[in-house]
């Protein structure tokens, strides 16, 4: 179980304030998605989530606690672009991070120790569809396998939170909607919250339990450091009912192919032939 308060938080560099007044209470298995303008603070505030930055004032809580004063393995992450090790081949990719964490001085683990690592990272890649790409380099997949790697790569720690920072953005709309399949199935199968940000509207209600908006309320053009953004809206409500009525509507299409048969191959049936299974479809 992991629940995520932001309590009136402040991000200032120096006397440029980025973000303000920022309060946020999220409930567990959340697939939070977080929009805005470039450059308001979008990835700063998934810094925040990381402890890669401190707020300047308020409080961040998991579970009721602190959060941790540097990045712990229990907070998972995936950038735009490909963060994985090029040296290392697939299977030593998603294998180091529990091997950094087990063993930091020589970084690896030897006997039976690395054989249960060895089975389930393999697994793992089985999930994300890259087992036949075990033994290649980082060089050698494409960039949705790439990506299918970083999310490897931070689901072999089971992290309880997860943070994509824009991980479809460099990908074909073919990939990103494989991907989106991937990371929601993935998100069901675990027991961790997602929060990910993105550009993509249509992407955030696809896949978020709940979508915020983070944009400046007031603006100084005299002096645009002054303000910071905040989450200026909040959509809990109306991502459910979008992300059910995809599911339905998914069900639907599902159920509408089971029913139609392949196309007649019958010499005598004349075209436009309607059989009973496809009578009772209706678009
Ligand atoms: N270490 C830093 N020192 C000073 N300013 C910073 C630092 N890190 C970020 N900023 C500033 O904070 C602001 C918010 O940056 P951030 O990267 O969080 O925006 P974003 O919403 O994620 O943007 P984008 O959508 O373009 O990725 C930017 O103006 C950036 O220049």
């Not at 961040?60 to 290392?88: C, K, M, N, W």
């Not at 059910?244 to 010499?267: G, I, K």
Request: proline content about 7%; glycine content about 6%.
């Amino acid at each position: 179980m992991t629940t995520i308060i932001l309590d009136n938080v402040w991000k200032e560099y120096e006397d440029r304030v980025v973000l303000e007044r920022v309060n946020l209470a999220l409930d567990d298995h959340e697939f939070l998605v977080i929009i805005g303008p470039s450059g308001v603070g979008k990835t700063t505030l998934l810094r925040m989530l990381l402890s890669q930055e401190q707020p300047s004032r308020g409080r961040i809580l998991i579970d009721g606690e602190p959060i941790a004063a540097e990045p712990t393995a229990d907070r998972g992450v995936v950038f735009q672009r490909y963060s994985v090790f090029p040296h290392r081949t697939v299977l030593g990719n998603v294998m180091l991070g529990p091997q950094w964490a087990g063993a930091p001085v020589l970084g690896r683990f030897f006997g039976a120790r690395r054989r249960e690592l060895e089975a389930r990272a393999m697994a793992l890649l089985e999930r994300v569809g890259l087992a036949d790409s075990a033994h290649k380099y980082p060089a050698q997949l494409s960039g949705g396998m790439q990506q299918r790697l970083a999310l490897a790569q931070a689901l072999i720690l089971k992290p309880k939170v997860l943070l994509l920072d824009e991980p479809f953005g460099a990908l074909d709309p073919g990939t990103r909607r494989s991907m989106h399949e991937l990371v929601r199935d993935l998100w069901e199968e675990n027991a961790m919250t997602i929060v990910m940000v993105t550009h993509d509207l249509s992407e955030a209600f696809l896949l978020g339990t709940r979508v915020i908006a983070v944009d400046k309320p007031r603006r100084d053009p005299q002096a645009p450091e002054r303000f910071g953004a905040t989450i200026a809206s909040d959509f809990e409500a109306k991502c459910r009912i979008v992300r059910e009525s995809r599911r339905f509507e998914t069900e639907r299409e599902r159920v509408r192919l089971a029913l139609v048969p392949p196309a007649s191959t019958d010499p005598n049936s004349l075209p436009g032939d309607v059989s009973p299974a496809r009578a009772l479809v209706k678009d």
